[in-house]
């Protein structure tokens, strides 16, 4: 039976003209009315340009016909007052307190609900398997408090600044870096409160010199506190990948992590299971943390399942030493895990 559920559902497929994210998840349906096959959506934009409403308007009807249970639609799109004087608002701006980083034209979170899931080598070797694709694409530690990505990737030295103060981020393997470890001397520890913490992410975005970039993952500590909320106020993020192990413990904040991006209406890319299982020297497959839950959670929550790593001594050694398996090991089996998820992004993100 047609009801508010599935013409969210249906809408879920209409994309904002020139973003990869949808209309409802960037918060711009207000109201869903379906009774006995009549169906009523209001959209309020944030941008008063009308051939945007337009296109948006024809995909919402074009998406919601094609349910056989609609006998009567009516979409309507209302747009913010122009300023005095200025006519239409230029471009378009589907979300109004945030602004898109001049060349970076998608912005991926990798996020985990706890610590020690292996989020950070997720990102690693899924930011060197995007590059190996052919792709731009930049890696931003937001863990202020426990940065690893120096060290993962191989990287030490500070970053320069350019004439107009900004950091230049270090690169190796082709990917552009940026990290509070380049900023630190040693193991200084940080000892800031939260808004130190808003204040530095906000300015890695928009104090560091990015360049043009095709992907820019973000590697967020554990958790849903600051770091997470400020990066979702900060940027229009393109989706979120959560990284869990296959165990109940895990597995139980990844919904809350899940939660968390759907309240400030980010698209969930997919979950990743890794230390999915152990193979031993003699053939023996031992599921060391369980198995398959990552994949289960991902079937109960509707959301992608991009793939599972299995425990290899390679991917530890190689983020130990600054050389992500990927780069090392493209063809074998531990960078072959890292690459098709990868495959699988790249496909989702365009």
Known sequence: MLNQEIVLNT??????????????????????????????????????????????????????????????????VKLPAAAPGTGAAPGPNPLANQNKVPGLHRIVAVASGKGGVGKSTCSVNLACALKHLGVRVGLLDCDIYGPSIPLMMGVKHRPNITEDQRFVPPSNYGVKLMSMGFLLDGDQPVIWRGPMIVKTIQQFFHSVAWGELDYLLVDLPPGTGDAQLT?????????????????????????????????????????????????APDGQRLEIFGHGGGKEEAARQQVPFLGEIPLYTEIREGGDRGQPVVVTSPAEPSGQAFMHIAEKLREQLG
Not at 64 to 76: I, M, S, T, Y
């Open 11 to 76: 809408l879920k497929t209409v994309k904002y003209p020139g973003y990869s994210r949808d209309i409802v998840s960037f918060g711009l349906v207000k109201s869903v009315v379906a009774e006995q096959g009549a169906v009523s959506v209001g959209l309020e934009l944030t941008s008063a340009n009308r051939e945007v409403a337009g296109q948006i308007k024809q995909a919402c009807e074009e998406a919601l016909r094609a349910l056989p249970e609609v006998k009567h639609l009516h979409v309507e």
């Open 231 to 279: 990066l979702c106020q900060t940027v229009p993020l393109d989706g979120g990948v959560i990284v869990t192990t296959p165990q109940e413990a895990s597995l139980g904040v990844v919904r809350k992590g899940i939660a968390m991006f759907q309240k400030v209406n980010v698209p969930i890319l997919g979950i990743i299971e890794n230390m999915s299982y152990f193979t």
